[in-house]
């Protein structure tokens, strides 16, 4: 009973194989997925997907590395595409300080306004954090995100900065990078958050986890990243799997 929190199943990658690759998912025991809607292109078919199967839900938000293309209108646009039955939560929305296609006052301002909307709304949000940790906290505390919690998606912070989300009413996901060799930092996070706030992902088709690292990721591998996981919190698979669904169906409303 495994729920992959972020996946991306409407991406080109997967156009050629996309009912196989649900098909595997469903096989390797994941019996929720969570697409997340990004952008204009990619929020209308992630809605489409959630509409086509009972077991997979969308996110709608404006992710920040697209954020300069953000016109007005589309913040009404998400809105009224947040009462659909479907749709779970805000986001993925953030800060990313890595590609330098958004400026980051534009990136700032797309933030705090879907933030605002999801307080509006009473909806959890999504967050995406790319060598931002000190901005992305800055902006939650001052827009009050606790007052909704959400997801720090594919944690990749300190165990300070973990405690700091933890504090504002966030769940900590983890995908593929936590099954890395190397992943020391990920590894010792993953150890120490609370049970009844832990979460798993795959982000696919990126950020395949161990051993298939460097080729495209798909949901049922989230099966690769509940063992790590449960190996790390020394219990089963099934009491991982068990937790990390419990926490998705409690924060997303999920069926």
Known sequence: MLTDTHTHLNAEQFDEDREQVIERALAAGVTRMVNVGFNRETIPSSIELAERYDFIYSTVGWHPVDAIDMQPGDLEWIESLC???????????????????????????????QIR??????????????????????????????EVG????????SWETAKQCLDMNFYI????????????????????????????????????????????????????????AAEIRGMSLEELAKITTDNAIKLFGLK
């Open 117 to 146: 909307l999801a307080r509006k709304l009473g909806m959890p949000i999504v967050i995406h954090n790319r060598d931002a940790h000190h901005d992305i906290l800055q902006v939650l505390r001052e827009e009050k995100a606790a």
């Open 83 to 113: 009462k659909h039955e479907k749709v779970v939560a805000i986001g993925e929305i953030g800060l990313d300080y890595h590609w330098d296609k958004s400026p980051k006052d534009v990136q700032d301002r797309v933030f705090r306004e």
């Open 150 to 157: 959400g997801i720090m998606h594919c944690f990749s912070g």
């Open 173 to 228: 996901s983890f995908g593929g990078p936590v099954t890395f060799k190397n992943a020391k930092q990920p590894k010792e996070v993953l150890a120490q958050v609370p049970l009844d706030r832990l979460l798993i992902e795959t982000d696919s088709p990126y950020l395949t986890p161990h051993p298939y690292r460097g080729k495209r990721n798909e949901t049922s591998y989230v099966r690769l990243v509940a063992e790590t």
